[in-house]
């Protein structure tokens, strides 16, 4: 049943509007000419390795299992998209908006979410080891079996997020607000 809902996920966004097809050179292309609505794109498995894409507007969009190595979304919108099994390591995702968005099977390992909004994503299986989420919201994010190995979480919220069978060991919690938190089977 899972991989059906990802392939639909290939064809309509989570509104069920198709997605609009692009490549990577084209996105590129248009981002260097000062566009920075790309709202409900198709860009599943494109290679945006190293990218600058400060205050882009994703939302919407099928970034399944795109390559994004240290990409700069800096104040991207990536609100309700589809971030799964993407790779995201070293990527600067500081002040983005990811509320709503599937993050599941994703690698962030080293990513720099500083000030971002995770609320009600879904961080499931996530790799996020060494990750900077200093002041991030991940209010009810789902964050089950998520690697968080020495990850800063200071002054973060984790109000009613799940955090089941996540891996917490070394994690800076330091005043982080972990309110009505689930951390049933977690390792800390």
Same mark, same amino acid.
């Given at each position: 049943?899972v991989?059906?809902h990802?392939? %639909?996920?290939?064809?309509?966004s989570?509104e069920? /509007? %198709?997605?609009?097809? #692009?490549?990577?050179?084209e996105?590129?292309?248009?981002? @260097?000419?000062?566009?920075?609505?790309?709202?409900g =794109?198709?860009?599943?498995?494109? $290679?945006?390795?190293?990218? +600058?894409?400060t205050?882009? +507007?994703l939302?919407? !969009?099928?970034? &399944?299992?795109?390559?994004?190595?240290? @990409?700069?979304?800096?104040? !991207?919108?990536?609100? &309700? =998209? *589809?971030?799964?099994? @993407? *790779?995201?390591?070293?990527?600067?995702?500081t002040k983005?908006?990811?509320?709503?968005?599937?993050?599941t099977?994703?690698?962030l390992t080293?990513? %720099?979410? /500083?000030?971002? $909004?995770?609320? %009600?994503?879904n961080?499931?299986?996530v &790799? #996020?080891?060494l =990750?900077?989420?200093? $002041?991030?919201?991940?209010?009810?994010?789902?964050?089950?079996?998520? $690697?968080?190995?020495?990850? &800063?979480?200071?002054?973060?919220?984790l109000?009613?997020?799940n955090?089941? @069978?996540?891996?917490?060991?070394?994690?800076?919690?330091?005043?982080?607000n972990?309110?009505? /938190?689930?951390?049933? *089977?977690a390792? /800390?």
């Amino acid at each position: 049943m899972v991989g059906s809902h990802i392939t %639909k996920l290939n064809y309509h966004s989570p509104e069920g /509007i %198709k997605y609009k097809n #692009m490549t990577a050179q084209e996105l590129l292309e248009r981002y @260097a000419n000062r566009e920075r609505d790309f709202s409900g =794109v198709d860009l599943s498995k494109a $290679n945006l390795n190293r990218a +600058n894409l400060t205050n882009i +507007n994703l939302s919407g !969009a099928n970034l &399944n299992s795109a390559h994004l190595f240290e @990409a700069n979304l800096t104040g !991207a919108n990536l609100s &309700n =998209v *589809d971030l799964s099994y @993407a *790779d995201l390591t070293e990527a600067y995702l500081t002040k983005s908006n990811l509320t709503d968005s599937n993050l599941t099977g994703a690698d962030l390992t080293e990513a %720099k979410l /500083i000030g971002a $909004n995770l609320s %009600k994503a879904n961080l499931t299986e996530v &790799n #996020m080891g060494l =990750v900077n989420m200093s $002041n991030s919201n991940l209010y009810q994010a789902n964050l089950t079996g998520a $690697n968080l190995y020495m990850a &800063n979480l200071s002054s973060a919220c984790l109000s009613e997020a799940n955090l089941t @069978a996540a891996d917490l060991r070394g994690a800076n919690l330091s005043r982080a607000n972990m309110t009505d /938190i689930n951390l049933t *089977d977690a390792t /800390i």
